[in-house]
Each structure stands twice: as structure tokens, then as C-alpha cells.
Nanobody, 121 residues
Framework: QVQLVESGGGLVQPGGSLRLSCVASGSIFSINPMGWYRQAPGKERELVAR???????NYADSVKGRFTISRDNAKNTVYLQMNSLKPEDTAVYYC???????????????WGQGTQVTVSS
């Protein structure tokens, strides 16, 4: 059984930084892509950043220049470095990954449980 477990959320002041981590575990053959989404109260879930195994990334316009996504393929881990945080970044952040398990030829969509990020003074 595949699991995604996030960590690193919390409360931070405007202008501060946080680093989120997400580890995928289970009988994993391949993961592609991995990414982060977020959902603020009363809003739809939105893509924050995504990275494929080659290292190619894409970001939401609202976080470009402030957030950096990276991954460690050997550890099945994706990171999100968030700098210059703003109150509007407050949301639950979810890890997402398309995973092919051992013995399967298909990729399935998996989600983490979410981690709260609150930016407030």
C-alpha cells in the first residue's frame, strides 16, 4: 500500500520561510510527477508546484520566485521551500504523486493527508 506523508507545516510570520517535505512509501516502482497543491478556506484546491523526474518544474504564478520545489528520487521525497511567505499563502498544503507500483503498468494518483501552513503576525 502506498502512502504519502507530509511534514514541515506550521505558523510563520509574513516574510518568513518554511520547508515542506513529503515521503512516498510502499511498493513503488516509479513516481512521476510529484507536486504540491494547496487549499485555502472557501477556495478550490490549486496547484502550487510540480516536478518531474528529469527535474523540470512548473509553478503557480502566485509563488514564482518565492517557492522552490525539488525532489530526491532515491528517497521518493519531494520538498517545497517556501520563502517570503505572505498571509495569502495560508492554506492546507497537500502532496500529490502519480505512482506506479511494483507489478503494475499503470500510474495512479495519490494524495497526502495535508499539512497546515499559516502565515500571520
Amino acid at each position: 500500500q502506498v502512502q504519502l506523508v507530509e511534514s514541515g507545516g506550521g505558523l510563520v510570520q509574513p516574510g518568513g520561510s518554511l520547508r515542506l517535505s513529503c515521503v512516498a512509501s510502499g511498493s513503488i516502482f516509479s513516481i512521476n510527477p510529484m507536486g504540491w497543491y494547496r487549499q485555502a478556506p472557501g477556495k478550490e484546491r490549486e496547484l502550487v508546484a510540480r516536478i518531474i523526474s528529469s527535474g523540470t518544474t512548473n509553478y503557480a504564478d502566485s509563488v514564482k520566485g518565492r517557492f522552490t520545489i525539488s525532489r530526491d528520487n532515491a528517497k521518493n521525497t519531494v520538498y517545497l521551500q517556501m520563502n517570503s511567505l505572505k498571509p495569502e499563502d495560508t492554506a492546507v498544503y497537500y502532496c500529490n504523486a502519480y505512482i506506479r507500483t511494483v507489478g503494475s503498468y499503470l500510474y495512479y494518483d495519490y494524495w497526502g493527508q495535508g499539512t497546515q501552513v499559516t502565515v500571520s503576525s
